[in-house]
Nanobody, 121 residues
Framework: QGQLVESGGGSVTPGGSLRLSCAAS????????MGWYRQVLGKRRELVAT???????NYADSVKGRFTISRDNAKNTVYLQMDSLKPEDTAVYYC???????????????WGQGTQVTVSS
């Protein structure tokens, strides 16, 4: 069964950078949209950035110009380069992917386990 494994979270001071990675694995036929969402305790999960199977990307206004999403289709992996980090970027970041397990199964939504990003001086 397909699953997503995240890595790269941690703590950084304001203005610093972090890079998140998320690899999809297990019984995958095709991966469509991949992306990152984040959630602060007590608040709704919000979109950070998505990237389709091609090069089409979408960013939340709050991260435009600071975050860059990319993917390696051969590795079924999505990355989030986060620069100029701010304290308000502190959250649990979740990887997301639309995965088809077989040629006729259709796409289903998958989520990673979440990785903590803390921006603090």
């Amino acid at each position: 069964q397909g699953q997503l494994v995240e890595s790269g979270g941690g703590s950084v001071t304001p203005g610093g950078s972090l890079r998140l990675s998320c690899a999809a694995s297990g019984g995958i036929f095709s991966v469509n949209t991949m992306g990152w969402y984040r959630q602060v305790l007590g608040k709704r999960r919000e979109l950070v950035a998505t990237i389709r199977a091609g090069v089409s990307t979408n960013y939340a206004d709050s991260v435009k110009g600071r975050f860059t999403i990319s993917r390696d289709n051969a590795k079924n992996t999505v990355y989030l380069q986060m620069d100029s980090l701010k304290p308000e970027d502190t959250a649990v970041y979740y990887c997301y992917a639309m995965i088809a397990r077989t040629w006729n199964s259709g796409y289903a939504d998958y989520w990673g386990q979440g990785t903590q990003v803390t921006v603090s001086s």
